[in-house]
């Protein structure tokens, strides 16, 4: 057998899906070979014949032909080993011992744009985006139609090469935070991108910080938003979202959908989601503050009714609410791990049933229970997942400074709170900053 088929042979023979086919182009022997669950073998043939028969007429060699067709003029093993596993196909010349690498017709195992699941459009665009990268970047080119629009792409990873592609508005953008994006991806091309925590890692981040350096979506309308305000995008392939750089703390409270609507309405929205952050933040706390450590702050009818709701519960404020914040901290995740079918249902009628026996056993107040519900409803107005979670981690702190100092550990959480994101940086960028294009303009 020729020694580059047979250590091709060699190298993925332990594959079932790899197959090498010996065929006729023309009478002319080559071989072929690839992955038949990436590639569509019987109409790739199909395709490439017919393709042939074409161009035979005009002079040229089928060699010529092929060569034509393909991405690579000559390849070596290592080289057509990557091909195949990304699903392209290579044909070995019997006779000039030449071999070529060729976009076969692929196999659709990619989902259709469909609408997004986890960010809910009011007045705006329905599609999303999926996992396949490609159509990723033709979404975003859609929803940013402009020649200024540049993609740049990489393959990462010794093991497994993933690609990832950086999209962003050349007159716009910062050229020093692209600079360093690429410097850190070209520094890094060894290191493998299977998820966001890789990323961080390969970006230069702190893993350990409680607010993501990426600001998340799978809404295109957004990431062409971040494009024209300066920002970089990033896709990473079989990630069905874009991670946008530098992420800001203005981006949970305002999206571009907002602007589809009377600028009151939008200002008033956007208002209802710095109230619904402050009251997650404020409220667990303020509960806590006022019945065990602040009651002569209420007014004497409201600190008498709030005992009488207290009358029979054995717990401390602190160890009630902790206790009853995890209890509903464990609720909302089986609501995300539950199948969709019963996955609302059960967690509905565990919430209900859960609140009222616990109040009838007098292991919390009615009042308690008022006030979970309100911080849940509050937590779920801020604008991406990713940001709520970092929120309900926050309100534990100031509810543990309120049950020490009352209401001036509430002030002083938020202090905390406040410094903490006034000291993240991304690239350079302030994380409390509002446009870094106009920020480029400035300077």
């Known amino acids: 057998?020729?020694?580059?088929?047979?250590?091709?042979?060699?190298?993925?023979?332990?594959?079932?899906?790899?197959?090498?086919?010996?065929?006729?182009?023309?009478?002319?022997?080559?071989?072929?070979?690839?992955?038949?669950?990436?590639?569509?073998?019987?109409?790739?043939?199909?395709?490439?014949?017919?393709?042939?028969?074409?161009?035979?007429?005009?002079?040229?060699?089928?060699?010529?032909?092929?060569?034509?067709?393909?991405?690579?003029?000559?390849?070596?093993?290592?080289?057509?080993?990557?091909?195949?596993?990304?699903?392209?196909?290579?044909?070995?010349?019997?006779?000039?011992?030449?071999r070529v690498i060729v976009d076969p017709i692929m196999k659709l195992l990619n989902r259709s744009i469909e609408s997004p699941t986890n960010e809910n459009v009011f007045q705006g665009s329905m599609s999303s985006f999926t996992e396949d990268i490609?159509?990723?970047?033709?979404?975003?080119?859609?929803?940013?139609?402009?020649?200024?629009?540049?993609?740049?792409?990489?393959?990462?990873?010794?093991?497994?090469?993933?690609?990832?592609?950086?999209?962003?508005?050349?007159?716009?953008?910062?050229?020093?935070?692209?600079?360093?994006v690429i410097d850190r991806i070209e520094n890094n091309q060894d290191k493998e991108i299977n998820h966001i925590q890789n990323l961080t890692k390969v970006m230069g981040f702190n893993s350990m910080e409680l607010i993501p350096k990426f600001n998340t979506t799978e809404l295109p309308q957004e990431a062409a938003n971040s494009?024209?305000?300066g920002r970089v995008v990033l896709f990473i392939d079989r990630i069905p979202f874009a991670l946008v750089l530098p992420s800001l703390l203005w981006d949970m409270f305002a999206l571009e959908n907002d602007k589809n609507l009377p600028k009151p309405i939008m200002i008033s929205l956007r208002l209802l989601r710095v109230v619904g952050v402050l009251a997650t933040l404020i409220m667990p706390g303020l509960?806590?503050?006022?019945?065990?450590?602040?009651?002569e702050v209420l007014r004497i009818e409201l600190a008498l009714s709030i005992a009488q709701s207290r009358d029979g519960v054995p717990y401390p404020a602190l160890i009630e609410i902790i206790m009853m914040l995890v209890v509903l901290e464990l609720v909302i995740e089986a609501s995300i791990r539950l199948p969709r079918s019963i996955g609302p249902t059960i967690t509905m009628v565990g919430g209900i049933i859960l609140g009222q026996a616990v109040v009838a056993a007098q292991l919390v107040s009615n009042l308690l229970i008022i006030i979970l519900a309100a911080t849940t409803i509050a937590n779920s107005t801020v604008v991406g997942v990713q940001n709520s979670l970092s929120i309900r981690l926050f309100k534990y702190l100031i509810v543990v400074l309120a049950s020490i100092y009352g209401v001036l550990g509430i002030l002083g959480g938020?202090?905390?709170?406040?410094?903490?994101?006034a000291g993240l940086t991304t690239f350079g960028v302030s994380y409390l900053y509002i446009n870094p294009a106009e920020r480029r303009r400035d300077s």
Do not use: W
């Open 134 to 180: 490609d159509t990723n970047i033709g979404i975003a080119r859609k929803e940013f139609n402009s020649r200024r629009l540049v993609v740049k792409s990489y393959y990462t990873g010794s093991l497994q090469k993933k690609r990832l592609s950086l999209l962003y508005d050349e007159e716009r953008v910062d050229r020093k935070l692209v600079n360093q």
């Open 414 to 421: 938020m202090v905390l709170v406040s410094a903490y994101l």
């Open 227 to 229: 494009i024209r305000k």
């Open 1 to 98: 057998m020729v020694p580059f088929l047979q250590e091709m042979k060699s190298r993925l023979g332990s594959n079932d899906d790899f197959f090498i086919q010996r065929v006729f182009l023309l009478d002319k022997p080559v071989v072929i070979m690839g992955l038949s669950t990436l590639i569509d073998v019987v109409n790739t043939k199909s395709a490439l014949l017919e393709y042939i028969e074409q161009s035979f007429p005009s002079g040229k060699t089928v060699e010529e032909v092929i060569k034509a067709m393909s991405t690579t003029p000559h390849i070596e093993i290592n080289e057509a080993i990557s091909a195949i596993t990304k699903g392209k196909l290579i044909i070995y010349f019997e006779v000039t011992k030449q």
């Open 287 to 295: 509960y806590v503050a006022l019945v065990s450590v602040n009651p």
